[in-house]
T-cell receptor, first 109, second 113 residues
């Protein structure tokens, strides 16, 4: 089955700096890669996604890149703000959704 | 549009008991999937229902079961509870295609004592 590795598990950045979270997947059949943000006491919420026919997608301060050959995809958050502090999950989707293990991002004011 | 609603928010049960959790999806969503979230194991897929049929299943024992009704509402049942079943159980609904994003509820926190 699919295996998704996510790094780092924790990340602390100063407000205004950039944050990068990286994921690798094993199943070349996976063709959809969403990212979710989970705040304390809430369920994960989709923040951005990318399909396998696209290499990069941007939405304001958030961007995702996909390298299908290397089976890597990354989340980039620029100009981080305290409200970006949360746990972030990547996922790879074929028939099922397989999540990475999560990255706890702390943005220090 | 109303979001995904899970009830109850919190449950405390004793080992050996059984429990039923409920999930109301977003209107128009025909797929409902369930996940177990624990600090050590992350988000683990339990099963997915689409139009009242189980479409996919994760690697959980048969004590974990679910069903979906004609209005797309779903229930999950855990029988013979074990201490290790303590977790946050999340339900997510979607349109049901491979590239449909999941919309999660806020979960049911189950504690087994």
């Amino acid at each position: 089955g699919e295996n998704v590795e996510q790094h780092p598990s924790t990340l602390s950045v100063q407000e205004g700096d950039s944050a990068v979270i990286k994921c690798t997947y094993s199943d070349s059949a996976s063709n959809y890669f969403p990212w979710y943000k989970q705040e304390l006491g809430k369920g994960p919420q989709l923040i951005i996604d990318i399909r396998s026919n696209v290499g990069e997608k941007k939405d304001q301060r958030i961007a995702v890149t996909l390298n299908k050959t290397a089976k890597h995809f990354s989340l980039h958050i620029t100009e981080t703000q305290p409200e970006d502090s949360a746990v972030y999950f990547c996922a790879a989707v074929d028939q099922k959704v397989t999540f990475g293990t999560g990255t706890k991002l702390q943005v220090i004011p | 549009k109303a979001g995904v609603t899970q009830t109850p928010r919190y449950l405390i049960k004793t080992r050996g008991q059984q429990v039923t959790l409920s999930c109301s999806p977003i209107s128009g969503h025909r797929s409902v999937s369930w996940y177990q979230q624990t600090p050590g194991q992350g988000l683990q897929f339990l099963f997915e229902y689409f139009s009242e049929t189980q479409r996919n299943k994760g690697n959980f024992p048969g004590r974990f079961s679910g069903r979906q009704f004609s209005n797309s509402r779903s229930e999950m049942n855990v029988s013979t509870l074990e201490l290790g079943d303590s977790a946050l159980y999340l339900c997510a609904s979607s349109l049901g295609t491979t590239d449909s994003p999941l919309h999660f509820g806020n979960g049911t926190r189950l504690t087994v004592t």
